[in-house]
């Protein structure tokens, strides 16, 4: 009865394709007739669906007074219906029991709503909401949706959840997947993995538009139509029971269509919910068959024939996880036999014997030649009875798996080392070479090298050999372009007033342990750790030094430093002398410092003088009356001078 309801309802979901309009002739309907609370008008013709696409299956359903039209002579096709009434059409169609009488499921479905008992009979199929706090509710006068219809339709067929094999048909099928609510995508999912229910050309499912009463009535027509053919066919019948059997006992089951009674072999069998089960047992090996007929009451029939072999069998041979392929020349065999007549059949690989333990189990290592290998076991008891199983293992040695470890495709860097390791699944020391150049390889597969690389593109060939003349080869191209030193000058001032500067700094190369430093052209002496000093002579005015880095390679880094020298004049301090004295004597001292003149000369009103070699000067004056005024000038090499005058008063 469930494959007879899952075809009913198959035709039933086609006919929410849409359908090209059928031309239909007037006529008459039979009498009136009053169902919950609305009236089927029967003996007029409904005055607007006589061109429409679904007039015939609209009449055909009026007639058998499974829908109805209105009051006013209209059935008004295009019109939705609610969840209540399509409760009803399920409940009516299927004729599901109506007879429930315990308190209602629903709170917005009491006992005294016209729907309540098709409801109640639907609700499996047809589900109410479920909050999590508070009273389940249908909504039964919100419209049915598509989704509605996909549920119940999946929900009937009897399908769960478990039967989705894919579960991403619906994003894969629709554009529209979001819509769906989420707790029922599943059953939507099942729908259209089942081709239960369709989609739209745009691919979209429109999950809650509502369904019309013109497809309603489209739907209920093919169920009808589908029924009636199905009992004039006779009533199905699904017959399962093995093709072989080597203990002599088996199984006849199946189901058959409600109300159809049973027999196996002329014998009655019993039948519960559509459903029977019969065990046979069988004295001697042969072919035996079985006939199966399933009749009902208006003496249509349906019969299934099937034959079954009874052969003892041979001892059970069982292999575990022999490969198709492998690449080890050495492969390690398992198995159980087992048989109910013989607690020690001899087992055979190969034609050599293998020695089984008590328990049945036996292993050994077959030693594989390159190509296809066939293995052919055989298990033989006392009677003589014979398993064979036959295995292939294709055997390729395959080349050793050479690994490198990361190398640039460019460097500045004329040193390079190379990691790797190598490994060969029938070979534990694959050989590895570097141009030609045999590498050492540890007892690890594990090697090392370091390269000196050429200006430009090197080409690195690795080749990997096993004892077996398989080989891998990989190339990698380094292209190596030196840098230039590293040059560095310490801080060198913008302006300076001294005429000597220390001009410092370092240099180092990747790549060349000496390079070579110039200023202005001159070699410096660069010691082991890169460093070099130099005192520079300025002249007045912009200095212009370029300090030049010169490597092995020919690279070549410049630095440029100007240095603007400022001549200035020396520094001049004349010690206190008083404005005013009675004194016909007074001393003149004071100091002169150049940064660039050990040596200034200083003059007292044109007299030179000779300060000594910290600078100090020293003169004893002799004083007339009156003002007497001083000038003290000094002058360095460079003809930078400055003056200081003083004035004393001799009363």
Known sequence: MKNLKRVLLLMLALCLLPVMPLAYAEGNVLQNQAVDGGTINQNIVFVDV????????????????????????????????????????????????????????????????????????????????????????????????????????????????????????????????????????????????????????????????????????????KVIKSSVQDQADGPSLAVTMPEKTDSGTFYVSGTVSKGAKVTINGTAVDVVNGAFKEGYSLEEEGVYSVTVVAKLSSGKASTVRKQITYQVAGPQLKLHNIPETSDKESVSITGTVTDTTDRNPYVYLNEQRLYPDWNGEFSTTVKLKEGVNTLTFKAVNASDKVTQVVKTISFNSGAPVLKLGDIPESTSNNKLTITGSVKDANDRNPVVYLNGEKLYVNWNGEFTKELTLSDGQNTLTFRAESNKGKITTIVKTVIFESDGPELRVYDVPLTVNVGNVTLTGKVKDKNDNDPVVYLNNEKLVVNWNGEFSKTVTLTEGDNVLIIRAVNASGKTVIEKRTIFYIVAAPTLTVDYLPLRTTLKRITLSGTVKDSNDSSPNVYLNDEKLFPNWNGEFSRDISLNKGENVFVILTTNKYGKSISVTRSVYQD
């Open 50 to 221: 006589s061109n429409h696409w679904a007039n015939d299956a609209i009449y055909d359903m009026a007639q058998k007074g499974i829908i109805s039209g209105y009051d006013d002579s209209s059935f008004k096709p295009e019109n939705s219906i609610t969840r209540e009434e399509f409760a009803k059409l399920i409940a009516t169609t299927f004729s599901l029991n109506l007879g429930y009488k315990d308190a209602p499921t629903f709170s917005d479905v009491q006992n005294d709503r016209w729907s309540y008992s098709y409801i109640e009979a639907t609700k499996e199929y047809l589900t109410g909401y479920y909050p999590p706090k508070g009273q389940a509710f249908f909504s039964p006068d919100t419209r049915a949706t598509r989704e509605d219809v996909a549920v119940a339709l999946v929900k009937i067929l009897g399908y769960t959840t478990d039967d989705l094999r894919d579960s991403n048909v619906l994003r894969r099928s629709f554009v529209d997947v979001e819509d769906i609510s989420f707790g029922l995508r599943d059953y939507v999912a099942i729908a259209a993995e089942n081709s239960l229910i369709s989609g739209y050309e745009n691919r979209t499912f429109r999950p809650q538009n509502p369904i019309t009463r013109a497809e309603v009535a489209t739907l209920l027509y």
